[in-house]
């Protein structure tokens, strides 16, 4: 089983959007990670990035204002289909989709993959498509609102953690806060140990070591909590994947974890 860390290019923010009250109109410009396992029951993508419209044209698919905020810098390359042809994978190939939560920057790319079971928090779903009015622009519902899609919905703490396989390789783990249906994937590799990926629930090292809040929370007590939980796998031992932190010392492909 190997772990591929994509870069679906950056976004060009402000720090205080990342890191609570700190360093306000500090630059601060951050990667869009997605991921690639490949595990013998098939290809599974862990998020995937911005859509294709947005190294087209990002104001008219993300909107002004959520651009003046944070501003992808993407190029049609980065596109998680053509990343993906480079190491000679198909869209088709791909067979399960899960999505760590809606928002634009990780579901971009919903609907690419038309043999893949897409796997959210039922909740999320909810959330994206009948939304309160905070975070009203980080979801893109031409993105997700797509004909004919197989999902399948999760249902939070009752199926907490959720193993995909039945073989404890691949876990979905329930992180509630930065939305209210976030979750987050635990992979179980055999030379490189346990791997966290936090997505959203922690942007950065910044956020676990000074047990900062992350910028942008729906619930920031559930955020804690979530973040307390990512602090306590770290104290076990496993190594934890950053969602959007510059200085994350990360291998990406074609160079995998295994
Ligand atoms: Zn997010």
Request: hydrophobic share 35%; proline share 5%.
């Amino acid at each position: 089983m190997k772990l591929y860390v994509f870069k679906c290019g950056t976004l060009k923010s402000q720090k205080q959007f990342f890191t609570a009250g700190i360093d306000i109109g500090k630059a601060f410009e951050v990667p869009v990670p997605f991921f690639l396992i490949t595990h013998p029951k098939g290809y599974v993508l862990f998020d995937t990035g911005n859509a294709l419209e947005v190294a087209k044209d990002k104001i008219k698919h993300w909107g002004e204002k959520v651009v003046s905020i944070y501003d992808p810098i993407m190029s049609e390359e980065e596109y998680v289909v053509n990343q993906l042809a480079k190491l000679n994978i198909k869209a088709e190939e791909i067979k399960h989709v899960i999505f760590s939560h809606l928002h634009l920057d990780h579901a971009g790319a919903c609907g690419a993959f038309p043999n893949a079971t897409y796997y959210v928090q039922k909740e999320e779903l909810k959330h994206a498509y009948v939304h309160d009015f905070y975070q009203k622009g980080a979801y893109i519902r031409a993105d997700f609102d797509k004909p004919d899609l197989k999902w399948y919905l999760l249902d939070g703490y009752e199926e907490d953690p959720f193993d995909l396989f039945g073989d404890g390789k691949i876990k979905i783990i329930f992180t509630p806060g930065h939305t209210p249906g976030h979750q987050c994937l635990m992979v179980d590799l055999e030379h490189s140990g346990k791997v966290f990926l936090t997505a959203d629930s922690v942007y950065t090292e910044e956020i676990l070591e000074k047990d900062l809040l992350p910028g942008l929370v729906y619930s920031p007590a559930d955020t804690v909590k979530s973040i307390k939980k990512v602090k306590n796998l770290k104290n076990q031992g496993v190594k934890i994947f950053t969602g959007h932190d510059p200085d994350a010392k990360i291998k990406y492909a074609p160079e995998y974890y295994d």
